[in-house]
């Protein structure tokens, strides 16, 4: 019997390895390497008019530093911008290092390359650099005002501006029965993976090639990168991403100034380099997100549906935009969630400020989009005293309405059409995991011995799997172990494992005969990338019909070599076999030999592949035509369009009379990703993204102040959650097969993340009968709320005071 | 300068600027790179090893200070809690693992794991930014016979 492994909750196989500390993460590579370290601008805004190397000069250990003056041409063009966009008007990039001009704390004017990172830091603190500060742009408000530039050319500080409606929003909502009008603050965050960035290049002189180890997300594009930003064709250049230490998607950049300055130092050196990031570099240097302010108006009717929906919002996305405006193209898209609204206009303008660039973190624009569209449940079910589950089920896309067209064009260019859900089930279930209905009288009972509950919800959509495409290849060795490879790289996810069970479960063989590797351009050099919670979608399905390619083939090679009908075959742990008579068999290892007819015999297995040997006794070619050797199979995946994952999260919480603190009792999420391949790892998914969202709904924050610096660039100041803060997660599985592709998954990666913040404003909310607007919010912040309702500067909940939009 | 550690009960001889961290010693002169860099300044716990037998940053120390100190790193450990990461799942990327592994086995040495409350306080030096909490608590629970 084949043992099912799809779909099972089986271990990760990449975990004993990293277990006895047996991990090969980038600066465990390169012992002996020359290091890099750079000199980073310590202004948010300022001219560099001079650099001075002279104290460093006489340091033992120094080989080398560059300034902008010295790179070559390609090396010294700025970096590339990612993704062009129509509306990003005026989109601009960095220098690898500063071209007379920094525009954020951090950005890169040197670099020093030594004999060891002490030393290399010691260097960065000889070089004198001489700025003249300039005034800094730092904040949305301060964007907007415009009253100093980011860029001398940019007028207004707008790099983008874009408008997407369906219907007459506007007027729909004027002429709605209700309606409401309201603003809402998102704070910036970031990805802070443990593991920093780090790039290690290997130069070979005696064929000009070089081999890079970078902590990156995507190894394939950063080749090509490479490759172009050195002059040196694609097969010169090999990258690989060996363990890597955590994503979130601040690792999907590239290529970092850092990427190429280290590849370029190595070869013009001939030594081998590297730089390994250190804590406050990845704060100052690296990428956030997540900063919005949104100007929502909403109409309804008696019931809470949403007639009109019009929402304006402003985006801050730093001082460049290499990845374009992807952020904010998601949050305008999936701000709809499960809804289905009369009319929606979403108009956003992406800013530039003084501050480290902008590019996706875990949920990308999502947990912005559905803050805004819960909170706005929220402020209908209040305004009209519903129960807040029933608004939304009033609005909610049916089961039978999938595939459901939303009128809006996607992050990848595609129309936005959800594939399939169910939302009233996720619904049911949700509010029974949670207790919502008897939640009120737990909340009496509690408010009665002095505590504050208080009950909260929110669901979202997302777009899983987004395209291009991804591949796999898949080859059985002599000795019948599995060999599976595909592009996009792995930071934790468990690849290693879900390939495995989707390889096992295809071909019939037993898991501990399958190994994978990601991530490396020597084994497979097409690919996208890791994002978007699309590796599971992507490279799963390109290697089932990988297997399904290999697996035709071994059946046909069996059958010819059983004398049997390939169709009467069927492949059980690794044995080929006929149906109903398993004595007739022959194992997968053996077909692979007799798949490539040798002429040398290097091992007993290979005689039965020479051609003496063969039985074949026909006249057409050994090879035949249309056929290959090996037995081996590769195949690409390339959607239509996204798959849309969806789930609900609720939470009960306490908030202290006294001191603000607020504690998360209870927390619930319904999720629905498609098949799953390993609930466990789904599961930690879940959990992982659950913790960032609840870091961003309540500790995690970039303080800028106004001159550009970041006042907590440190894991001691910048606060995440720790083993203390995170709750039980309770986790119920929906799975609502994807029509889209033939394992019918969906991506599984950043949803936990994407409703937190809703849910826990919306808790709060219920606890304090105070209107929450803004996410993350601090003990300190709630408690001078409080102090501000009673004052009546601030709303309480329950007021209404007009159903006229001020 | 020249100090004489104990290193996974191997007698080891280390010639370091003063400066050098415990951290850096092991990882860069001895090469045993198992300890985990996270921050390098006392905020994440990933550099945990034990020393004479107590967990501490090895980021926060100087490798000259440890003259003749039996130090244990994640290359020496071997404790029922590897298993237990293991079969709860306990980590994804595995950068934190490290470091949580040596503060979970002392932490389960010194008793500080009669109820996930405890547990939690005296595992929170340990950054994981996957966030594997509620399985590291169900690794460490399962270890102490709580389960
Ligand atoms: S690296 Fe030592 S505590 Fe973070
Ligand atoms: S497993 Fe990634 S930081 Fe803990």
Redesign the pocket.
Known sequence: MTTRMFGEPIQRREDPRLLAGRGRYLDDLGHGALAAAFVRSPHAHARVLDIDVTDALDVDGLVAIYTYEDLPERVADPLPLLIPHPALTHGRTGYPLANGIVRHVGEPVAMVVATDPYVAEDIVDLIQVNFEPLPAVVGIENAVRAERLVHDDVPGNVGAHLVQEVGDAPLAVDTAPHRLEFRLDIERSASTPLEGRGVYARPDASDGSIRVYSSTQTSTSVRFAIAAKLGLPATKVEVIAPDVGGGFGVKIVHPWPEEILVSWAARVLGREVKWAEDRREHFVSSAHERGQVQFVRVGFDDEGRVLGLDVRFLHDHGAYTPYGIIVPIITSTQLLGPYKVGAYRAEFTSLYTNTVIVTPYRGAGRPQGVFCMERTMDRIAEHLGRDRAEVRSANFIQPHEFPYDQGLVFQDGRPLIYDSGNYPEALEKVKEMIGWDEFPGRQEKAAAQGRRLGIGLACYVEGTGVGPYEGGHVQVDSAGRVHVSTGLTSQGQGHGTVFAQIVAEELGVPIDAVEVTTGDTRRFSYAVGTFASRAAVLSGNAIALACRRLREKALRIAGEALEADPGDLEIVDGIVRVVGNPRTAIPLRTVAVLANPLRYAFDEEAVRATQFARSSGDDGPPVPEDDEPGLEGRDYYSPVRSTFASGMHAAVVEVDPDTAEVRILRYAVVHDCGRMINPTIVEGQVHGGVAQGIAGALYERMAYDESGQLLNAS?MDFLMPYATEIPRITTGHLETPSPLNPLGIKGAGEAGVIPVSAVIASAIEDAEGIRIARMPISPDELFWLRRRAETGEVERTGVVKSDRAP | MRVRLRVNGAERQVDVEPRVTL?DALREVIGLTGT?????????????VHVNGRRI????TLAVMHEGDEITTIEGLDHPVQRAFLEHDAFQCGFCTP?QLMSAAACLAEGHTGSDAEIREWMSGNTCRCAAYPHIVAAVREVAGRA
């Open positions: 894991f | 951290l985990k860099k996270g921050c390098d300044r006392g905020e994440c716990g990933a550099c945990t940053d090895a980021c926060m470091g």
